[in-house]
């Protein structure tokens, strides 16, 4: 990934990720490693936009506590056409499997809500290109979330709380069956 340090812009967002084993009546997965991403408040991804290839931020792993939580802070990610606000996630069952995409256990996507995001959109500098990019989608036509059940799509919704000032916090709970 090389050794870019530039930081994105953007309004603060603290996600906090708990994993649980969904086959053993959801007990924390202590141990695992979460790599997330996503895309720059303009709908950029850092690494393959090609004004960005030399960037490598909105991206992270982080190893679960013992109760099998991860914090990241980062930026509330863009919308870029034909996607609702998503963040892409990866879990590996170490930090030594991390290293290659082949040892990933899981893959996933976590929406964001879509009042929030047109609230972010249309009041916080710099996000006006997400506001016209949210305004071309819906659930229903994002060709990842639209395949999901209304109750499966409730829980890869992250439930946001905060303001378009001070950022925004978000717990989820990702089950994966071991």
Known sequence: MGSASGTA???????????????TGCTPL?????????????????????TLTAQNYLRG??????SGKVTFTTIFPGCYTGRMPHIHVEVYPS????????????TTQFALDRTVCSTVYSTVSGY???????????F????????????????????????????????ITLGIKI
Request: charge should be negative; proline fraction near 3%.
């Open 9 to 23: 812009p953007g309004l603060p967002l603290t996600l906090t990720i708990s994993l649980v084993n969904s086959g």
């Open 30 to 50: 202590a141990g695992y490693v979460v790599y997330i991403w996503h895309c720059t408040r303009d709908g950029l991804y850092s690494l393959y936009s090609s």
């Open 61 to 66: 792993i982080q190893v679960t506590d013992s």
């Open 95 to 106: 930090l030594a499997a991390a290293t290659s995409y082949a040892n990933k256990i899981k």
């Open 128 to 138: 006006s290109a997400s506001t016209t990019a949210l305004n071309g989608i819906t």
């Open 140 to 171: 229903a036509t994002d060709n990842v979330f639209s395949d999901l059940s209304s109750s499966q799509l409730a829980a890869q919704t992250i439930s946001l709380s905060g303001d378009t000032t001070n950022g925004y916090t978000g717990p």
